[in-house]
């Protein structure tokens, strides 16, 4: 089992940073990437980003390209997600999740996933 944990949400305004962490646990040989979702009530899951853990290779979702970065610590089984330039749009819970797949952008291939960290972005 893999047991992922998401901190470091918060409040911030237009423009400003943040950066989320993503703490894993558990069985992990077996996680090919952890990606990073949000969702913002009344709407759907969004694919935010993704990061191949043995390679590092990185995916953006087309709304966050250019703004947010994705990184990891294989020491600390820790994903990062740095969010740069922040919209009001960009307001949302982020969940991180865990995949076996290559798939990184369909969350339906994704087999764990934490509780969330709420993001707001005021104007």
């Known amino acids: 089992q893999v047991q992922l944990v998401e901190s470091g949400g918060g409040l911030v305004q237009a423009g400003g940073s943040l950066r989320l962490s993503c703490a894993a646990s558990g069985r992990l040989f077996s996680v090919y990437a952890m990606g990073w979702f949000r969702q913002a009530p009344g709407k759907e899951r969004e694919f935010v980003g993704a990061?191949?853990?043995?390679?590092?290779?990185?995916f953006y979702g087309d709304s966050v390209k250019g703004r947010f970065t994705i990184s990891r610590d294989n020491a600390k089984s820790t994903v990062y997600l740095q969010m740069n330039s922040l919209k009001p749009e960009d307001t949302a819970v982020y969940y991180c999740?865990?995949?076996?797949?290559?798939?990184?952008?369909?969350?339906?291939?994704?087999?764990?996933w934490g509780q969330g960290t709420q993001v707001t972005v005021s104007s």
């Open positions: 999740a865990a995949t076996e797949r290559t798939y990184v952008k369909d969350e339906d291939e994704y087999d764990f």
């Open positions: 990061i191949s853990w043995r390679t590092g290779t990185t």
